[in-house]
Every structure is written in C-alpha cells, then in structure tokens.
C-alpha cells in the first residue's frame, strides 16, 4: 500500500539553526500538507500546498518558515532559524483527491531545539 | 479559528465494552469528519469517516453517529480490544479551507 515518508525520523538542532525536513509523499497525490504536534497536545495545521503554490497557512506558519517541491516528489518544510517553541513533531500529509478529501499521513519528523 | 472540542480528554473500558468519545464543531461549512487513531510515536491514521449527508456510517466495530442539527459527532468503538488502545482525534474538513482541524484528542485504555 502506497505511504507517506519522512526523513529525518528525528532531528536535534541548536537554537538559530536551520532545518530542513523531508516528505515524499504518495506519488499520484496533488495536494500535500504539514501539521505539528506539541508533546501531548493536538495536531495543529501548519500549511497547504496545491500546484506549486501554498494555498492556505496558519498563524503558526511565520516567515520563518517555508514549503518547497523542488524535484516533484519531495516535498520540504524549512524552518529559518528555530526557537525553542519548535519542538515537536511534524507530519507532513497528502491527499489525492479533493473530491476523496482522505489525508493520509507520513510517520513524523521529531524536532528537538536546544 | 474554528474550534474542535473533544471529549472526554481519557477513557479507561473493559475489554469488550463500548468506547464513546464524542466531538462538538461551530461551523456548518464542514463538508467532511473524519477519525484518526494515533499509536504513540506514530502519526495518525485515518479510521473512518462521514459526509454530513448521513447519520451513521458503520465499518466493522467502528460507527460514527453524526448530529447535523446538534453539530455533534461521535465514535462508537464496539467490543474494544486491548489493541484498540490508542489516542483518537476527530477532526473537520472543508474544501474551502482545505485543512483539517483536529480535536483534543482522546487517551484510551482498554484494560483485559
């Protein structure tokens, strides 16, 4: 059965880094997403992306952050300079259909800034 | 911000009783309610789902109970196993939003 992968599985980086997390997700889907999950809270939506362009963000989703396609099977989630307050995990999703409107879900990014 | 609210926040049940966990929206936009269940360390996967155009849909032990009028929609887990033991999200989607909004989140424990 097709899945969404994600890469690194866990990432620790010092405060002010960059980071770069990696999806691919499942390859006949159009639309992709990011969400993040604070430690025992709820998934939060971060991002929405349909040909090649973002189609809605949330508050979360500042300037340090970013979304990029670059090859037509990546799918990437940067974060400029990371806080504190990024830690957690980050799930990126597709769907295939927006008629279907299934997202189907990689396992995760860990984040750990310190 | 359009706000889930999910309850109870745990649920501890019996192995082969019914598990209840019941989800509240605001907006009737909401074209699509899904369930995700949540192994630790595992990202959500979708369980079942409903359209708001029926009241019921049932897939093997899971049934989820849709109240349109109410704006209410619950996960009925029937004959739970220790298996089933996981956390579950309900959420909303609209394809106007073209996101999904979780729920709290619902801790289950079936216990032998």
């Known amino acids: 059965e097709p899945e969404v992968t994600q890469t690194p599985s866990h990432q620790v980086t010092q405060m002010g880094q960059e980071v770069i997390l990696r999806c691919v997700p499942i390859?006949?889907?159009?639309?992709f997403y990011w969400y993040r999950q604070i430690l025992g809270q709820k998934v939060e939506f971060l991002v929405s992306?349909?040909?090649?362009?973002?189609?809605?963000k949330s508050e979360i989703f500042d300037d340090q952050f970013s979304v990029e396609r670059p090859d037509g099977s990546n799918f990437t989630l940067k974060i400029r300079s990371t806080k504190l307050e990024d830690s957690a995990m980050y799930f990126c999703?597709?769907?295939?259909?927006?008629?279907?409107?299934?997202?189907?879900f990689g396992p995760g990014t860990r984040l750990l800034v310190l | 911000q359009q706000q889930v609210k999910q309850s109870p926040q745990s649920l501890i049940v019996q192995k082969g009783g019914i598990s209840i966990i019941n989800c509240a929206y605001e907006?009737?936009?909401?074209?699509?309610f899904p369930w995700y269940q949540q192994f630790p360390g595992k990202g959500p996967a979708l369980l079942i789902a409903?359209?708001?155009?029926?009241s019921e849909k049932k897939e093997g032990r899971f049934t989820i109970s849709f109240n349109k009028s109410a704006k209410q929609f619950s996960l009925h887990i029937m004959d739970s196993q220790p298996g089933d033991s996981a956390t579950y999200f309900c959420?909303?989607?609209?394809?106007?939003?073209?996101?999904?909004?979780f729920g709290t989140g619902t801790q289950l424990k079936v216990e032998l």
């Open positions: 390859s006949n889907h159009l639309y």
């Open positions: 409903i359209r708001p155009d029926v």
């Open positions: 992306f349909y040909n090649n362009e973002i189609s809605e």
């Open positions: 999703a597709s769907m295939g259909d927006r008629a279907v409107e299934t997202q189907y």
């Open positions: 907006n009737t936009a909401f074209d699509y």
């Open positions: 959420a909303v989607f609209t394809g106007g939003g073209n996101k999904l909004t």
